[in-house]
């Protein structure tokens, strides 16, 4: 396999933008027939650029790009499809209200004399591909029933569809479950015993080390080393990966506890579907401790942090916090005794992408001291918005031009850490943390894990809710396992082996 | 220097599809006049286009009669505009600006014939408010709808338009109707007319419109309501989730709307009609899209849109008179103008615009209401 000419090279790419960012510094890349390829590297180092370049959405500026060895010139998408090249994006390019079929040949529709579509000559074809593939799919399924992983795979389907035999996909890992992950795998592995090439885009080390069969490391829109798993680890990936040593563990150090900082007693709420997602929950968290839940996604925690915060309204139980009844108290209210809270969605709820990063840092306290004031309070104080937002940039390293730059520029790890800037504030008695780091590097990892700690030792308590179950393993003083709507088990972090806490969140222990 | 060119960057860069639409309208109208006027006695005139754009802005702006004109007409378009404008920044479409209007300038002639004969002082502002209020509260019924029960604000705004021509036709023939006129009307609002400052009825409804201007923007970019209507307007959940009330927000925001609806029928009452009688033209409801829509939603915008949509109006009349030209090619302008803002890919390639905002946000929301989006109240 190691010595077939490569089916993809890409010599010497360089791209700065007109902002006059480096994107790809004389990047160099080789990809061979029937090879997984990971592209490791921060936010913002260049992978997507790169990928871009070579699926005709960015021209480059230098460089060369041959596939089978022959030079090519890239102008636009249709010319990389035309080439065998397949994309598949972070953000799904699907149409939700058609259906898989519909949406697998959408461009390329098989017509029967007299411009009627064919669907049903295409859903045969798509039950052939998926058969070959190892998935099962209904192709006259719509796109908005199906989960976020069933979705993945059509789009895979539509670039295999269209014979690609390069495919890219760009951090496809992000939006999956642990579950999800393990199949969107398998179904990789096939399409390479396949004979396709396909390039991994991705910022976990665990994942590449696990399905690569080469990897190369971008660091500041450079190729800084390439490497085949066996002869790496995930601490030298990532140290390559940021430039510096790294500590993938994190040093939780001695939590002490104090009194009981939130109560929550047979809390029970329904989903957007108006099932019982919430049966019953019971816990508290102390002040000074970070309680974890492990579940499986989808197994009512959003619904508990909802429920929480005060954007879902509970039907049964209490919530108590310092001592104060919060169970039906607005938003607004919870926040005011100290509440706080990271969402697992930062565009839904955590920002709004049109405003300027400043407003964003005050978002959550846009009507009190200092920031409002004057006449009746309502009048806003753009002194203080500004200050806060240069103080926060500094002490959460978010990387801005300045505070007027609306949110929506800035790379998925800054605006994460946007949300995390303003909502660790210093006055907290609880912080609610979901999903906190999903979509970061390494570094902004260690960042916001030591933030978290630092805040539980000034005293706040937290709830962490993450789909990583090593983030939970590794920060909780705490871990409960939520299954099907209930607690169903608590480890202290010493008992909470990785293999017991998975069983008991597969299973549900007994009761299941 | 550099912060003058800075600044001139900044206004292009808002500014310059408008511009340019506007442009591209004349343009293109000028071919429809030049076509048209081989169906007319004199036959094909290429020139024409030039000669009637001229009269035009003669008829406007190249006398005192004219720009007093012009600043009549554009007065309740200027506050028109801020209420359509207003209910963008909320992510709504207010299409009953026209009923909000009838209702204020309903109101404003009732309580001014009741006043008629009070001093001026006391008599037009509290025909000023009446007409406020009647207009507030005619856009709080579609904002409390919406923000309840989620009814779309496009469609009850569109069957209050119309429940409110009837429901006001009905008042003036059996509840108001004036004795001794001919036909149904209200009677003379006497010293509740709005003072006239300057000669050829330049009367206190236009400083007061301009002063509007200023207030909304105030609103929107200095307090935490504004930010709270722009906020839920940009995300409702992210509104939500920092501690707003989509519900009140959406009912206050149709409600101030309606309220400066409700003032621009008021003046046009006060300072122009003098009665209120079936059939008075609610043109300015729906003319105020389309300065909302021209103006970008923004004050100052809508303030430069409303003067050019009034010019058109004064100066339409002198256009036909020395050229022939019917006063209906306005119209054609008008729709041309909104037609290239909403296709502005059209005006970009033609004037090879590079501009960093591909999508006009009003028009997103135009789009997203007529295909019917969720009440931004959401589960609650």
């Given at each position: 396999m190691g010595d077939q000419p490569p089916v993809l090279e890409m010599r010497g790419i360089t791209k700065r933008f007109p902002t006059g960012t480096l994107a790809n510094d004389a990047i160099d890349l080789e990809v061979r027939p029937g090879e997984i390829h990971a592209l490791l590297g921060e936010n913002g180092a260049g992978k997507s650029t790169l990928m871009n370049i070579l699926y005709g959405l960015v021209t480059p500026d230098a460089g060369e790009i041959r596939i089978d060895g022959q030079p090519v010139t890239i102008h636009d998408p249709a010319d990389a499809i035309a080439r065998g090249i397949g994309m598949v994006h972070q953000h799904f390019m699907l149409i939700p209200v058609l259906a898989v079929a519909e949406n697998v040949v959408l461009g390329q529709e098989i017509v029967r004399p007299g411009g009627i579509l064919d669907l049903g000559e295409a859903a045969a074809r798509i039950n052939l591909l998926a058969k070959k593939l190892g998935f099962d799919i209904d192709p006259s399924s719509k796109i908005e029933e199906l989960s976020v992983g069933q979705q993945q795979r059509v789009e895979i389907l539509k670039a295999i569809y269209r014979n690609a035999r390069i495919l890219v996909l760009d951090e496809p890992t992000a939006v999956l479950t642990p579950q999800e992950t393990r199949e969107i795998f398998e179904v990789l592995r096939r399409l390479r015993a396949e004979g396709a090439s396909i390039i991994f885009i991705s910022h976990k080390l665990d994942e590449v080390l696990e399905i690569a069969d080469r990897i190369t490391v971008i660091r500041r829109g450079k190729v800084v080393g390439s490497r085949r798993p066996a002869e790496t680890n995930a601490n030298d990936l990532a140290e390559l990966m940021v430039g510096r040593a790294v500590s993938?563990?994190?040093?939780?150090?001695?939590s002490h506890p104090g009194a009981s900082m939130l109560e929550v007693t047979g809390l029970r709420a329904k989903n957007d579907r108006g099932q019982d997602a919430l049966q019953g929950i019971d816990l508290s968290v102390r002040a000074g401790e970070i309680v974890g839940i492990a579940g499986?996604?989808?197994?009512g925690q959003e619904e508990l942090v909802e429920a929480l915060i005060g954007l879902r309204k509970p039907t049964g139980g209490t919530i108590r916090l310092g001592g104060h009844d919060l169970t039906s108290a607005s938003v607004d209210r919870r926040r005011d005794r100290g509440m706080a809270f990271v969402p697992a969605d930062r565009h839904k709820y955590g920002l709004v992408l049109t405003y300027p990063l400043d407003d964003n840092l005050a978002l959550t306290r846009y009507g009190d001291p200092p920031f409002a004031g004057g006449f009746a309070g309502i009048i806003r104080n753009f002194r203080a918005i500004a200050e806060n937002a240069i103080r926060l940039m500094k002490e959460f390293d978010i990387?801005?031009?300045?505070?007027?730059?609306?949110?929506?520029?800035?790379s998925g790890g800054n605006q994460q850490k946007v949300v995390v800037a303003r909502e660790f504030r210093h006055d907290l008695k609880l912080l609610v943390l979901d999903q906190p780091t999903r979509g970061l590097d390494v570094g902004s990892i260690e960042f916001i894990h030591k933030q978290v700690i630092g805040r539980r030792d000034g005293g706040a308590a937290v709830l962490l809710i993450s789909a990583e179950l090593d983030e939970v393993l590794d920060l909780s003083d705490r871990v409960l396992v939520m299954f099907r709507g209930r607690i169903v088990g608590t480890f202290p972090a010493e008992e909470a082996q990785r293999e017991k806490v998975g069983l008991l969140m597969a299973t549900g222990g007994a009761r299941a | 220097m550099s912060r003058l060119r800075q600044a001139a960057r900044r206004i292009w860069r808002v500014a310059s599809i408008p511009l340019l639409a506007i442009v591209l309208a004349f343009i293109v109208a000028a071919f429809v006049i030049v076509i048209s006027s081989v169906f007319t006695s004199t036959g094909l005139d290429v020139f024409l286009p030039l000669g009637a754009y001229g009269s035009l802005l003669a008829g406007a702006f190249g006398s005192g009669t004219g720009i007093v004109n012009t600043l009549v007409a554009a007065a309740p378009l200027i506050l028109g505009g801020l209420a359509v404008g207003l209910g963008f920044k909320a992510g709504l479409f207010n299409i009953g600006v026209a009923g909000q209007f009838l209702v204020g300038a309903f109101a404003a002639a009732v309580v001014g014939a009741r006043l008629a004969d009070s001093p001026t002082v006391l008599a037009a502002p509290a025909a000023m408010v009446a007409g406020a209020l009647g207009g507030a509260a005619f856009g709080f019924i579609p904002g409390f709808l919406k923000a309840r029960t989620g009814a779309h604000e496009v469609v009850t705004t569109i069957m209050l338009n119309n429940a409110a021509v009837l429901l006001l036709t009905w008042a003036v023939n059996d509840l108001v109707r004036a004795p001794g006129f001919s036909f149904p009307r209200t009677g003379e609002i006497g010293n509740s007319a709005l003072p006239v400052l300057l000669p050829r009825n330049l009367h206190l409804g236009i400083p007061l419109a301009v002063l509007f201007v200023f207030a909304v923007r105030w609103l929107l970019d200095r307090t935490t309501i504004g930010f709270e209507i722009r906020t839920v307007g940009q995300n409702p959940n992210a509104a939500r989730y920092a501690g707003m009330r989509p519900v009140f927000v959406t009912t206050l925001t149709m409600t101030l709307s309606g309220l400066l609806a409700g003032i621009a029928g008021a003046i046009q009452m006060l300072g122009v009609i003098g009665f209120y009688a079936p059939g008075i033209t609610a043109s300015v409801g729906f003319d105020s899209i389309a300065v909302a829509l021209l103006g970008r939603s923004d004050p100052i915008g809508i303030l430069f849109a409303a003067i050019l949509f009034g010019a058109f109006r004064a100066g339409a009349p002198l256009m036909q008179i020395e050229t022939s030209v019917p006063i209906e090619i306005i119209d054609i302008i008008q729709a041309l103008v909104i037609l290239f803002l909403a296709a502005d890919l059209i005006v970009r390639r033609v004037f090879r615009v590079r501009s960093t905002k591909p999508v006009i946000s009003e028009l997103a929301t135009v789009a997203r209401t007529w295909a019917g989006g969720t009440p931004p109240g959401g589960a609650t």
């Open positions: 993938l563990r994190v040093d939780r150090g001695r499986v996604a989808g197994n990387r801005a031009p300045d505070p007027k730059v609306p949110a929506g520029t800035l | -």
